[in-house]
């Protein structure tokens, strides 16, 4: 489990958020910007991005991996020429076009440049050691304990010690596939995002038209308040109603921790 490492107070407000490694702005986009790169896109990018590679499994060779970063193993993995490196890459280019919008994107074997559109003298360079940070706040931001498997693709790096360290996490792509396609949902039409918004705005009588103006954090949150609003709601009436074994429902204005009952 990941401890949170952007304020509430900036997530709720969806200001933009300075990464003070790198010295950058990470723009916070609304739920109708995301649908200019498609909602499939941003979770594979998302995934690809945010995966902890390194916790994922032991190299099979039993060699160190101790010397070998989150950002080295994605690197290699984009790096390839196989037909899943390049989805993987143009995802990743989808999600940081998207939040980086201030900067030009240049990808080189070992960093990834941020060259400023404003002042082009001026490059802003994410690389092994500021890649794990740049990441967490995009957990945050994306309420990614929440929304892993929703969506991913195929990750088939060719060197054995990406691939090794990749193996596990595909099994678990697999499982979560296979479970979609059993209930019936068709993985490339259905909308996490839209379904939240279709049950907000019967719920609480809100316009789609504002509610996809929120953040993915924003809209996250909401909802999770109104699932709790409404189970209070359900719990008290059955009392009232004179309902004895019932357990008691959680204070629906209590903090919200999106981490609580995910495995990470």
């Given at each position: 489990m990941r401890p949170p490492v952007v304020p509430r107070l900036t997530l709720d407000t969806k200001i933009d958020i300075l990464f003070e490694d790198i010295n950058i702005l990470i723009y916070q986009p609304s739920i109708e910007e995301i649908g200019l790169i498609g909602e499939s896109s941003l979770l594979i990018g998302l995934n690809a991005l945010t995966r902890d590679y390194k916790k994922i499994?032991?190299?099979k060779d039993n060699s160190d991996s101790?010397?070998?970063s989150n950002f080295d193993i994605l690197m290699s993995i984009i790096n390839e020429k196989s037909?899943?490196?390049k989805v993987v890459k143009q995802n990743v280019q989808n999600v940081l076009f998207l939040i980086l919008p201030k900067y030009k994107i240049f990808f080189t074997p070992r960093s990834i440049l941020l060259q400023d559109i404003d002042?082009?003298?001026v490059t802003h360079t994410l690389d092994a050691q500021s890649f794990d940070n740049f990441t967490n706040i995009l957990y945050d931001?994306?309420?990614?304990?929440?929304a892993e498997g929703a969506t991913g693709t195929v990750y088939n790096p060719q060197g054995d010690r990406a691939r090794a360290l990749v193996e596990k996490f595909e099994k678990k792509r697999k499982l979560l596939a296979d479970m979609r396609k059993q209930r019936g949902e068709d993985t490339e039409l259905q909308s996490l995002y839209g379904r939240?918004?279709?049950i907000l705005a019967v719920g609480e009588h809100k316009d789609k038209n504002t509610l996809k103006k929120y953040s993915v954090f924003q809209l996250m949150e909401e909802f999770k308040r109104f699932q709790l609003k409404e189970e209070f709601d359900y719990t008290f009436q059955a009392k009232m109603a004179g309902a004895t074994k019932i357990k008691d429902a959680k204070n629906w204005m209590d903090d919200i921790h999106f981490n609580d009952d995910v495995e990470n």
């Open positions: 499994e032991q190299i101790s010397n070998i037909d899943t490196a002042n082009k003298e931001m994306f309420c990614m304990a929440l939240y918004i279709d």
